[in-house]
């Protein structure tokens, strides 16, 4: 296991709600990305936070935001649900913000009806 | 936008042969990455490539990066059942922090 905890497991929704998801990054990491996985898809970035910063943003709307807190934990926000925004939410920590390895949580399964 | 392809999209291969998974990006890569996702798990970093012409071996595994830096390959040897998920390939875009993972190959081996 990599030491990367994410909460909750699984999400039910409905369209139009507001949810926040949580990361925990491995010891000692400082960068933590968010990707999101559609069923049968490749991950795909949605921001990466470096040092309580926004690093860098994939192609995702403003309702996608989301903190890092001084123990480099991170949040993931999203506002006004879609049903498209039904995915796997994977956090990867790394030790750095370029290169390196990814080391994934387990993900939350967000669903939205 | 930045495209990440690989293929194919699914090998069903018999326990002991060999499987290879290509990826090819639109543009040049800063580094490439390849991760083992199992099904119902989240992915598993094997390895990265920064050089451009670069090989690495892990046991059964090689893996290559293209020349010019816009294709990678993943070979296994001897393909075990323990093999199977899906395998992806995330390349690292050039003067920033994101990563573009490809679109994956999920590897059946038949016992």
């Known amino acids: 296991e990599t030491g990367v905890t994410q909460s909750p497991t699984h999400l039910i929704k409905t369209r139009g709600q507001q949810v926040t998801l949580r990361c925990s990054s491995q010891?000692?990491?400082?960068?933590v990305s968010w990707y999101q996985q559609a069923l049968g898809q490749g991950p795909q970035f949605i921001f990466q936070?470096?040092?309580?910063?926004?690093?860098g943003r994939g192609n995702f709307p403003p309702r996608f935001s989301g903190l890092q807190f001084p123990n480099y934990s991170s949040e993931l926000n999203v506002n006004a649900l879609e049903l498209d925004d039904s995915a796997l939410y994977l956090c990867?920590?790394?030790?750095?913000?370029?290169?390196?390895?990814?080391?994934f949580g387990p993900g939350t399964r967000l669903t939205v009806l | 936008g930045q495209q990440v392809m690989q293929i194919p999209q699914y090998q069903h291969v018999q326990e002991g042969e060999d499987f290879t998974t290509y990826c090819n990006s639109s543009?040049?890569?800063?580094?490439i990455q390849w991760y083992k996702q199992r099904p119902g798990g989240h992915p598993v970093f094997l390895i990265q490539?920064?050089?451009?012409?670069e090989v690495k071996k892990q046991k059964r595994l090689t893996f290559q990066f293209g020349e010019a830096k816009k294709n990678s390959s993943l070979h296994i040897t001897a393909t075990q059942t323990t093999d199977v998920g899906t395998y992806f390939c995330?390349?690292?875009?050039?003067?920033?922090?994101?990563?573009?993972f490809g679109t994956g190959t999920r590897l059946k081996v038949l016992a």
């Open positions: 490539l920064v050089k451009s012409g």
């Open positions: 936070y470096y040092r309580e910063e926004e690093n």
């Open positions: 010891s000692g990491h400082n960068t």
């Open positions: 995330a390349g690292g875009v050039s003067g920033t922090y994101k990563y573009i």
């Open positions: 543009t040049t890569l800063s580094n």
């Open positions: 990867a920590s790394s030790g750095f913000p370029m290169g390196g390895e990814q080391f």
